[in-house]
Each structure stands twice: as C-alpha cells, then as structure tokens.
C-alpha cells in the first residue's frame, strides 16, 4: 500500500504539462535595422535600448521600427491645502513596424501612479524610477508582439 501511494506521489511530482509563459519563451528571431524616435527622449532611448538588445544580430526578418511617444503627467489628489500630493504619469507609444514589406502599426499605452515627496528630489526619483518602470513593461510588450509576427 505505502508503495503505491509513493508511485502516484513521485508520479505527480516529477511530471509537469509542459506549460510555460509566453513571456519566458526565447523566440526572438528578428533583427532590428533601423529605429527611428519621435517624441519624449529619454523614453525612447530606453526602448531602443531594449528593443536592440533584445533583437538577434543573425535574425531570420529585418524589421525597421518608428517610434513615437508621449508622456502625460496630471495631477490626481490634492491635499487640503490645493497642493498635489499624487501625480500619474501616463505614456501613449504608437510603434510603426516594417517587416519585409508589410507595416504593421502597434498602440500601447500604460498608466501609473507616484506620490509626492517632502524632498523635491526624491520626488523626481520616484517620478523617474516609475517612468523607466513603465518603459520597461511597454518594451517588453512590443518585443512580445514583433515575435508574434
């Protein structure tokens, strides 16, 4: 009896589905020839970065990229005093893709929030450190739905 219980339960354990996240998946194979920014700066170097380093110098497809981003900061609670004391930040990113000769258009937007800080520099930290936060996750989006293509 205590056999049989042993088999099933190494069984179950040493068994898996198979699944895995499509996030994880290393199926990267394109390489990035040309990438031309538009809008906020540093956003976009970020996103050339990743996009670059993500992209295979000995990819099958060539891909030509235009990028154009937007950064939209409001203002979401004020305190009593008519002082902000929460920002969002919001980044709108259209990626316009040229993929041997068939464009593709990819819109991605993503939306966060921070709180203001006694210190006005580590307000600015924390504004920075959600905006690269925000671009990091765009990035990953698009590389996502080029390896799709």
Do not use: W
Not at 62 to 89: A, F, R, V
Request: aromatic content about 8%; hydrophobic content about 35%; glycine content about 4%.
């Amino acid at each position: 009896m205590n056999k049989k219980i042993y088999l099933i339960l190494l069984f179950l354990i040493f068994t898996a589905c198979g699944f895995e996240l499509e996030k994880n998946l290393n199926t990267t194979n394109f390489y990035i020839s040309e990438v031309k920014t538009a809008g906020d700066k540093r956003i976009n170097y970020l996103i050339k970065n990743y996009l670059l380093s993500a992209s295979k110098s000995d990819g099958n497809t060539s891909i030509s990229l235009k990028i154009d981003t937007k950064k939209i900061k409001t203002i979401s609670e004020k305190n009593i005093k008519n002082e902000p004391t929460k920002y969002q930040i919001q980044i709108d990113t259209t990626v316009k893709s040229n993929i041997d000769g068939s464009e593709n258009e990819i819109i991605l937007s993503e939306i966060g929030e921070y709180s203001v800080h006694d210190q006005y520099s580590q307000t600015l930290s924390r504004e920075r450190k959600l905006v690269e936060n925000l671009t990091n996750e765009i990035s990953e989006m698009i590389v996502l739905t080029l390896s799709k293509y």
